[in-house]
């Protein structure tokens, strides 16, 4: 993340992402798969790092690449494989949905996971600070209900975050520049959508 300035000098904290090229890899049409979409690839690798399955899978789009994700679309038009897909099909106050893998905070108690507010800090509490309390009823229905909120693995699953308003377009680095924060770490993959499109 880091900021920049409007014309009125207000300031804006942004996103900078790297969004492209991506690089189309499979077209899927009724008639071939019952259903239409676009699959495109991102971050170009070398042969080594992928599988064999998957380099003849990308063989049609003359490119190695290691992240590949699917777009379903009304209608194709007049993309083909191998065509790339850059930065410049997005505008300066477009509003995008981004997803991405939040960051992993391993196995975590109550109190940090659900914002439990912990136990009683008065006189004859031992090592009850930051206890989960009761969490299951007496002879009726004698177990502990399913969806609990109790400790275990925070984070590492995916987050959506919607209407993120694009603020600048840099199209010579592929640079797209959105306001606020994005779910993830640094330099994880994100999949960006405007409504239906591809993105």
């Given at each position: 993340?880091?900021?920049?300035?409007?014309?009125?000098?207000?300031?804006?904290?942004?996103?900078?992402?790297?969004?492209?090229?991506?690089?189309?890899?499979?077209?899927?049409?009724?008639?071939?798969?019952?259903?239409?979409?676009?699959?495109?690839?991102?971050?170009e690798v070398r042969?080594?790092?992928?599988?064999?399955?998957?380099?003849?899978?990308?063989?049609?789009?003359?490119?190695?690449?290691?992240?590949?994700?699917?777009?379903?679309?009304?209608?194709?038009?007049?993309?083909?494989?191998?065509?790339?897909?850059?930065?410049?099909?997005?505008?300066?106050?477009?509003?995008?949905?981004?997803?991405?893998?939040?960051?992993?905070?391993?196995?975590?108690?109550?109190?940090?996971?659900?914002?439990?507010?912990?136990?009683?800090?008065?006189?004859?509490?031992?090592?009850?600070?930051?206890?989960?309390?009761?969490?299951?009823?007496?002879?009726s229905p004698s177990?502990?209900?399913?969806?609990?909120?109790?400790?275990?693995?925070?984070?590492?699953?995916?987050?959506?975050?919607?209407?993120?308003?694009?603020?600048?377009?840099?199209?010579?680095?592929?640079?797209?520049?959105?306001?606020?924060?994005?779910?993830?770490?640094?330099?994880?993959?994100?999949?960006?959508?405007?409504?239906?499109?591809?993105?």
């Open positions: 993340m880091t900021r920049i300035f409007d014309e009125r000098g207000r300031n804006i904290p942004v996103t900078v992402i790297e969004a492209g090229p991506c690089y189309v890899t499979q077209i899927k049409t009724d008639e071939t798969d019952g259903y239409t979409a676009v699959q495109v690839g991102f971050d042969e080594k790092v992928i599988t064999k399955p998957e380099l003849g899978h990308l063989k049609g789009a003359g490119k190695v690449l290691r992240t590949l994700k699917e777009f379903r679309l009304d209608e194709v038009g007049s993309l083909k494989v191998g065509d790339e897909v850059h930065v410049d099909i997005f505008k300066k106050g477009d509003m995008i949905s981004v997803t991405g893998k939040s960051k992993g905070k391993g196995f975590q108690g109550t109190v940090k996971r659900h914002n439990f507010s912990g136990g009683p800090k008065s006189h004859g509490q031992k090592d009850r600070l930051r206890a989960p309390g009761s969490i299951g009823a007496s002879s177990r502990v209900w399913k969806g609990m909120r109790m400790s275990g693995q925070m984070g590492n699953e995916n987050v959506t975050v919607r209407n993120i308003e694009v603020v600048e377009i840099r199209p010579d680095k592929n640079i797209l520049l959105v306001r606020g924060s994005v779910p993830g770490s640094r330099n994880g993959i994100l999949h960006i959508v405007k409504g239906e499109e591809m993105s």
